[in-house]
């Protein structure tokens, strides 16, 4: 057996290994990647100090080509964040936590397109003259700025501070301890340890593509005024489900909530075309929200985005971090509907409340609502909230600290525990994501617990249900008589 070893992941994806030199390399990084790892064995579990974490790669290779047959071959921000999170590269006091930093590597020019998407979708907005440049007030950009830096252990890191990042042109670079890359072609390279050498080639043919990880029986769109589809309940990790997100029915019309990596996958299982859809409404733009964006614009139709100036501000920042097409130009592709903060936003007679939600890059929760016969029917997508010891943990005195104050906790309290006909809730577990015992006897109608890469325990299945994929509540079935 050579130095090096070898394993196609998936078409034109490679996992390469230096066992002597511990270099785990994951050799392009197309959507939901992490998953196919996790499905063929190759984030095992390990233990250090006591503690039980994730393995898994520990460098990047990009493709040369951001896009190839019409789909994204470099997505690093999931592989990235399993480095810095999952197997504690970045969390302070964790015993995986060495000084070691991930290692980047590609042509100059996705080098740095990847950076620049990484460090947005990782903290969206990171300066308060960017929160008022957008009309936000002075005081509303101190506190998001305060509990965005509360996440981010205090300072908003450059990607080049957080990661290694080895620009490849057609010279031979050793990447560490004596292993080298030399790229032979367009996404082809040699890679070489102590005489043995590898080849990988990173191109996909004529009509191949990028695998899912998991297979969408057919669905249909109900005929209904007002209805949720859940088409999804998993999170970034989960290689079985499809990542959290719905599908809003208004009046004939299919509404996107946010636009997870495999998104196409999602649209073909109901036989939707994207340039018929209703819209999309953002939550956030970390790639389990935003990754399938880029699959379904075009030039020749426009997309509907319902989102908060700031979180519509960050999906064109990434975006344009990603594809380096200028920020006036992307926004040429849609049809923006700004969404108030806090108030009940008509689109028709639907009406949408987003909500703001402390996480690392600016998130809201939305609240939808139809009349019917008997009132309103509502509905609540908690995507990607905070469980509420960690907020608890953040309160602060004043913004001069970082963190929530404790009217903020409170407000935030009040919100989980909001009566709903139908709540979707992310309970994927602290310190960043929701936990299920912060909705043990919620008054909601009815719930359903979300974000997770694993099955519910009991406890969590004593406080809610896991919808399946395109299971339907429909809250309104038709307009009412006046």
Same mark, same amino acid.
């Given at each position: 057996m050579g130095l090096i070893t070898k394993k196609l992941v998936q078409p034109a994806v490679y996992w390469v290994e230096v066992p002597e030199i511990d270099i785990k390399l994951l050799c392009a990084c197309p959507a939901d990647i992490v998953k196919h790892l996790s499905q063929q064995s190759l984030l095992p579990l390990t233990q250090k100090d006591g503690r039980t974490f994730e393995?898994? /790669?520990?460098?990047?290779?990009?493709?040369?080509?951001?896009f190839q047959n019409e +789909?994204?071959?470099?997505? *690093?921000?999931? /592989?990235?964040?399993? +480095?810095? $999170?999952?197997?504690? +590269?970045?969390?302070?006091?964790? =015993?995986?936590? !060495?000084?070691?930093? =991930?290692?980047?590597?590609?042509?100059t020019e996705q080098l740095k397109a990847q950076m620049d998407y990484f460090y947005r979708g990782n903290f969206g907005l990171v300066s308060e003259e960017e929160y !008022?440049?957008?009309?936000? !007030?002075?005081?509303?950009?101190?506190e998001n700025i305060s509990y965005k830096l509360n996440f981010a252990f205090g300072d908003f890191l450059r990607t080049d501070q957080l990661l290694d990042c080895i620009p490849l042109e057609d010279q031979e670079i050793e990447i560490h301890s004596g292993f080298y890359i030399k790229r032979t072609a367009l996404n082809?390279?040699?890679?070489? $340890?102590?005489?043995? *050498?590898?080849?990988?080639?990173l191109n996909l043919k004529k009509g191949e593509s990028y695998k899912t990880s998991y297979k969408l029986p057919p669905a249909k769109i109900p005929e209904a005024l007002f209805a949720v589809i859940? !088409?999804?309940?998993?999170?970034?990790?989960?290689?079985?489900?499809?990542c959290l997100g719905s599908i809003v029915v208004y009046d004939g019309k299919a509404f996107l909530i946010d636009t997870g990596p495999q998104i196409r996958t999602t649209l073909e299982a109901f036989d939707l075309q994207p340039e018929n859809l209703g819209g999309i409404f953002f939550t956030h733009v970390h790639d389990d929200h935003f990754a399938g964006l880029c699959s379904i614009i075009n030039k020749k139709y426009k997309i509907k985005i319902f989102a908060t100036r700031v979180v519509y501000k960050t999906v064109l920042l990434k975006l344009a971090a990603l594809t380096s097409i200028p920020e006036e130009e992307l926004s040429d592709f849609f049809t923006y509907h700004e969404l108030m903060l806090g108030d009940w936003n008509h689109y028709g007679d639907l009406e949408i409340k987003p909500i703001l *939600? =402390?996480?690392p890059t600016d998130t809201t929760i939305l609240i939808f609502?139809? +009349?019917?016969n008997d009132g309103y029917k509502t509905y609540g997508h908690f995507s990607d909230i905070t469980a509420l010891k960690s907020l608890k943990k953040m309160i602060v005195e004043d913004f001069s600290s970082n963190g929530i104050l404790e009217s903020q906790y409170k407000k935030l309290v009040e919100i989980y525990k909001m009566p709903l006909d139908l709540k979707k809730s992310d309970v994927g577990g602290a310190p960043i994501h929701g936990e299920a015992t912060d909705f043990i006897n919620d008054p909601s109608k009815k719930l359903v617990l979300s974000h997770t890469s694993s099955p519910l325990n009991r406890k969590q299945l004593a406080v809610g249900i896991q919808a399946k994929f395109a299971e339907t509540d429909i809250l309104v079935r038709s307009k009412p008589s006046k």
């Open positions: 393995s898994g /790669p520990n460098a990047v290779l990009l493709s040369d080509q951001l +789909m994204l071959s470099n997505l *690093s921000e999931f /592989p990235l964040l399993h +480095m810095l $999170y999952k197997q504690g +590269m970045i969390i302070p006091n964790h =015993p995986n936590n !060495t000084n070691q930093k =991930p290692i980047l590597i590609g042509k !008022t440049q957008l009309g936000e !007030t002075a005081q509303f950009a101190k082809r390279f040699t890679l070489s $340890y102590k005489g043995d *050498s590898i080849e990988v080639d859940h !088409t999804g309940e998993g999170d970034g990790w989960d290689p079985n489900r499809p *939600s =402390p996480h609502r139809a +009349m019917d």
